[in-house]
């Protein structure tokens, strides 16, 4: 009976030594939740790491589209078109630069630029000796509102929610960058009609000022462009669709956009979270339709200095092949 006794004893023992107490408990919980905080900190500085690294791999993009009349390129195979936008250059940025630079070796027919080139008040000249090859070239450009005004620090919250940014009070030297590109040859489309030759193809242009900040004034420049153009262009900074399908309306066969930065922050696959203007996620970037017109958005070339991060979405300049259309008569 004693023996039993003591063998009840010793179990009893050893379960309550198998029951941690609330002291151990807590200090378990403690070393799980030590452990998750270091994982997701080294995570976290992962990514980061990783969002910063993806603002340096510059992508050319190719697109070909058959906007032409059959018999305008005379014989050539294609009229080059580079878009580029959303610089938002950086002193010291020479790695960009370079890159910027070196589009010029793609020999354009045509460079247009859809704005936000700055990002710092002593950025000018960085961006002059980016641009600098490919002013020689014909080109054509509209501003956005950091061409204007200086970016700000914002709570990324308030991009995340889509909730609209104000420009800042502090003025970029605009006008001498502005003069910079006409100087070179550049044409300022902003509430503009402009028609021009490159080569033999005839073209016509407008655009607006930035409508994501409502400096556009569409009455300026509305009406169907010329019908003799072989090529018939809208330029905005961004892709609001209010002044995207006035352009439609009138008969514009490509519009060109930037702004959105495709979403900057995306998903797997480029899938864009935030467009920051009134443009539908889909067409965040690249080349879609709109209301009969076809519409390329840019995802830029930079990031504010505030947010210098880009995730499943590398920067770029794209190169638009523009084709004859097929000559339905002689088939």
Not at 309 to 328: G, H, M, N, W, Y
Request: glycine share 10%; with cysteine; aromatic share 6%.
């Amino acid at each position: 009976m004693r023996s039993g006794i003591v063998t009840w004893v010793g179990i009893i023992l050893t379960l309550d030594d198998a029951v941690p107490s609330a002291a151990d408990r807590f200090r378990r919980i403690g070393r799980i939740a030590g452990i998750t905080a270091i994982t997701a900190s080294v995570a976290a500085a992962g990514v980061t790491a990783w969002a910063v690294r993806e603002c340096h791999q510059f992508q050319l993009r190719r697109l070909e589209l058959p906007l032409l009349p059959p018999g305008t390129l005379r014989g050539k195979r294609e009229f080059r078109l580079l878009h580029i936008s959303d610089l938002h250059m950086v002193p010291g940025q020479r790695a960009k630069q370079e890159w910027v630079a070196s589009l010029d070796q793609l020999q354009p027919d045509l460079v247009v630029n859809t704005g936000d080139n700055l990002s710092d008040l002593k950025a000018v000249p960085a961006t002059l000796r980016a641009l600098g090859p490919l002013m020689r070239r014909p080109g054509l450009f509209v501003f956005g509102s950091n061409d204007y005004y200086a970016p700000t620090v914002v709570n990324p919250l308030s991009y995340v929610v889509g909730k609209k940014r104000k420009a800042s009070r502090v003025e970029l030297p605009w006008r001498g960058m502005r003069a910079a590109f006409i100087e070179h040859g550049w044409q300022d489309a902003t509430h503009r009609r402009l028609e021009f030759k490159v080569g033999s193809v005839r073209i016509a242009a407008t655009g607006v000022d930035d409508p994501h900040h409502d400096l556009d004034d569409y009455g300026q420049v509305s009406g169907a462009p010329n019908a003799e153009a072989d090529l018939r262009l809208a330029l905005a900074h961004s892709p609001e669709p209010r002044v995207l399908a006035q352009f439609a309306a009138d008969g514009y066969q490509l519009a060109l956009c930037g702004h959105t930065h495709g979403g900057q922050i995306c998903l797997p696959g480029g899938k864009t979270l935030v467009t920051n203007c009134g443009i539908d996620r889909v067409r965040a970037w690249g080349l879609h339709e709109f209301d009969g017109m076809m519409l390329h958005v840019s995802n830029g070339l930079g990031t504010s200095k505030f947010a210098p991060v880009r995730l499943f979405c590398r920067p770029s300049a794209t190169l638009i092949s523009l084709v004859e259309k097929p000559d339905l008569a002689r088939e």
